[in-house]
């Protein structure tokens, strides 16, 4: 369980987190929306500890993340995380892209983090591209590719951060279908998106931010038929 | 060395494997100076990047002085200062000394630009695979910045070989100071300095190629 209790975050003199609360239980997804700029990214980056916070308290299953003791190459472990701009290592393989933290990270033998870089790529669809270079693939392939370098730690946790805002089109269908796959595998998930559909569909929560805030969440029917603040209708009228 | 050479005036046969050996020595120091002054230079270049004070305001000026003082003279100076200071060094590690501090003061410009050139969502999407600062810098920045500043450090490479032969005016007997005592005998500069000229590129042509080989394989 993650559970995130009033949170402040912020750059120099910028508020961008204002006092977040937050849990997210084991096997839900949680898919979060909000205009840019209103502090999305920013949570998913506090949760796993790559920014630091200046008030309040982020547990992941009990531990507090941002504690001193805490170590947090070890915790990220548990939290995958896939970013807009996937970030394949330009300079390794497909296979050796998923199979290089299993092995520096997780220790496993070559042969071990080899077998689970395969399981993960053929689970995201990439099993035929394992030689190619991350360059030879399109961006749908490459986030993919993200995907499985994520679950080839066995997180417990997937952050998604817009994961297909930066795709064509055309290449936004293969990235949400990997998505809505984990969801239904029961990968607690907690997702920034501007995909309503995916929203809609896929999650067991919706929650809109509005500047650093959690203006409203609820269930995607509440969210998306029937919200109870202003502010959320307004921002879903002029998206679509 | 000198004597080993017979005292003919034509150039000869062993001439030409006075130089050979000569080339040898070329290759020897800048070798060693290039490798170690590359482990300095990515070490100072780590320290500029993740700019402390101390690197700021001290390391940065002193590599401007070493890059900027030319060589020749820095050679001197070293050769000439170093006995009083209590080093008591031959003309190679005096030459290795300075080249190495040169060499790395060039790199370290050179590895700072590739550890900027991997850019922070590279490495944010490392570490939040869980590896430390540590394997993210082995695994992510060197190889990956590390080939983007590759061209820049072979130019490096290349440089510093051609500025070992300045290292003759300490009296080691590398291809350049062996032409000088070559010429000196024969009086045949043109010839001697065009056979020098040639080991110069024959050392220096197969690492282009090599080089240039290697980008292209990366490039793919
Ligand atoms: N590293 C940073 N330094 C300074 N300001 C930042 C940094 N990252 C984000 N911000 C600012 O924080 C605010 C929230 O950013 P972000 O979390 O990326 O919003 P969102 O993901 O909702 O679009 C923005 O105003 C952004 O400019
Ligand atoms: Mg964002």
Known sequence: ?240 | MEQTVQFFSGFNVNDFLFLGEAAGRTLLISFVSIALGTLLGGLFGWALYEGKLFATFALAPVLDVFRSVPLIIQLVLFYNFAPIVGLRLDPFMSGVAVLTIYTAALVANVARGGIEAVGQPMRRAARSLGMTYWQDLRYVVLPIGGRAVFPSWVGVALGVMKDSALVSVLGYVELLKASQILITRTQEPFLILAFAGAFYFALSYPISLYADKLERRWAQ
């Open chain 1, 1 to 240: 369980m993650i559970e995130i209790s009033d949170l402040y975050k912020s750059f120099g003199d910028l508020q961008v987190l204002k006092g977040i609360n937050l849990q997210v239980e084991k096997g839900e997804v949680l898919s979060v929306i909000g205009a840019s700029g209103s502090g999305k990214s920013t949570l998913l980056y506090c949760i796993n500890g790559l920014e630091p916070i200046q008030k309040g308290s982020i547990k992941v299953d009990g531990v507090e993340v941002h504690a001193k003791d805490t170590d947090l190459n070890k915790l990220r472990q548990k939290l995958g995380m896939v970013f807009q701009q996937w970030n394949s290592f330009p300079h390794l393989t497909v296979l050796e892209n998923v199979a290089l933290a299993p092995r520096i990270v997780r220790k496993l033998p070559k042969r071990d983090a080899r077998d689970v870089a395969l399981k993960q790529l053929e689970h995201v669809g990439l099993g035929d591209k394992i030689e190619s270079y991350p360059g030879a693939l399109s961006g749908g392939q490459q986030q993919r590719l993200a995907i499985a370098r994520a679950l080839a730690m066995e997180p417990e946790y997937m952050l998604f951060d817009e994961a297909t805002s930066a795709l064509d089109p055309e290449l936004v269908g293969e990235v949400l279908d990997t998505m809505r796959l984990l969801a239904e595998e029961g990968m607690t998930m907690i997702c920034v998106t501007h995909e309503m559909g995916f929203a809609r569909d896929v999650s067991d929560r919706v929650a809109f931010f509005h500047e650093g805030l959690i203006e409203e969440i609820g269930p995607p029917k509440q969210i998306f038929g029937d919200a109870r603040s202003e502010r959320t209708k307004k921002f879903l009228s002029k998206i679509r």
